[in-house]
């Protein structure tokens, strides 16, 4: 069964950082590419990082100096950290891989609330 579980949102002081997790089912994350999404208020679900197979990673160039992507392949895990949080960066945070993404397949996602 094809599972992704996002986890680590919440509450958050701008400045402050939050650690997403993503849990996957092995079938769509051993030898995928995983990725991390995010759905604003004033955006649709948009790319936010990725993290290649073997580890290379890539992250959206307005963040880039923020957050960091990383997989632990012993637990099929992604992981998004995220650094000196603005209210830009509110937010409903998904992941996905390289099979479920093609086919619009999401977990329930994360929420991430930046606000004093």
């Known amino acids: 069964q094809v599972q992704l579980v996002e986890s680590g949102g919440g509450l958050v002081q701008p400045g402050g950082s939050l650690r997403l997790s993503c849990v996957a089912s092995e079938q769509i994350f051993s030898d995928h590419d995983m990725y991390w999404y995010r759905q604003t208020p004033t955006k649709l679900r948009a790319w936010v990082a990725t993290v290649t197979t073997n580890g290379q990673t890539n992250v959206l160039n307005s963040v880039r100096d923020r957050f960091t992507i990383s997989r632990d392949n012993a637990k099929n895990t992604i992981y998004l950290q995220m650094n000196n949080l603005k209210s830009e960066d509110t937010g409903v945070y998904y992941c996905?891989?390289?099979?479920?993404?093609?086919?619009?397949?999401w977990g329930r996602g994360t929420q991430v609330t930046v606000s004093s």
């Open positions: 996905g891989s390289g099979v479920t993404v093609p086919r619009d397949e």
